[in-house]
């Protein structure tokens, strides 16, 4: 039996929705709340404003990301199969969460932003990730199980960016191995 969402749920959903098909600066409240099913007022009651329940939207993305992607991978002892994990993970994600990519893809762009403090906080909610992947990569370079020349941060924004640019399980298997080949100081690691 189906959980009954709560309006602040229904209200972040129809959100997660119009954002990631027209962006923040593409979508209203009105329509937010044509797709939530409630009076634009109610929106109003438990987000201050459009920012608040963007930033929100972007956070709540973000955590699933993050709790999807590092499941496993925490629980992991061997770092090659950490790493292996964590591209998989992402494979998945990208496959079946689209919305939430799309929102991830389509405002990246605006992170730089300086105009809003909810870019601002965006941006670093965006860096809290990026950084907990480079931390991941670098344990694997203190272990000499990344190659040396590996740089963290860069491979860690590969690894955001690269596994996104389709949907297409296929191609995104093939993205996926070439990162973990690029990553991986042994050949035998660098299978399945």
Same mark, same amino acid.
């Given at each position: ?6 309006? %602040?749920?229904?209200? $972040? =959903?129809? @959100?997660?929705?119009? #954002?990631?098909?027209?962006?923040? !600066? ?55 199969? %950490?790493?292996?994990? $964590? =591209?998989? @993970?992402?494979?998945? #994600?990208?496959?079946?969460?689209? !919305? ?31 950084s907990k992947i480079s931390r991941l990569i670098e344990s694997g370079k203190n272990s000499k199980e990344i ?12 690894? $955001? ?11 995104? !298997? ?19």
């Amino acid at each position: 039996m189906k959980k009954k969402l709560s309006t %602040k749920e229904r209200i $972040l =959903l129809a @959100a997660r929705k119009a #954002f990631a098909e027209k962006g923040h !600066d593409g979508v209203s409240m009105s329509e937010i709340a044509s797709i939530a099913g409630v009076k634009k007022a109610l929106i109003y009651y438990y987000f201050p404003s459009k920012e608040d329940l963007y930033y929100d939207v972007w956070r709540y993305s973000l955590d699933e990301l993050e709790e999807h992607l590092f499941k496993e991978v925490d629980t992991e002892s061997v770092y090659l199969k %950490k790493i292996k994990r $964590l =591209l998989k @993970a992402y494979v998945d #994600f990208v496959t079946n969460k689209r !919305d939430t990519i799309k929102i991830i893809q389509r405002e990246k762009g605006n992170l730089a932003r300086e105009d809003l403090e909810m870019w601002k906080k965006a941006r670093e909610r965006y860096n809290e990730l990026r950084s907990k992947i480079s931390r991941l990569i670098e344990s694997g370079k203190n272990s000499k199980e990344i190659l040396e020349i590996v740089d963290p941060e860069v491979a860690a924004e590969l690894i $955001l960016n690269g596994l996104n640019i389709t949907d297409d399980p296929d191609k995104l !298997d093939r993205i996926r191995e070439i990162i973990w080949r690029g990553l991986s100081s042994t050949i035998e690691g660098a299978g399945n």
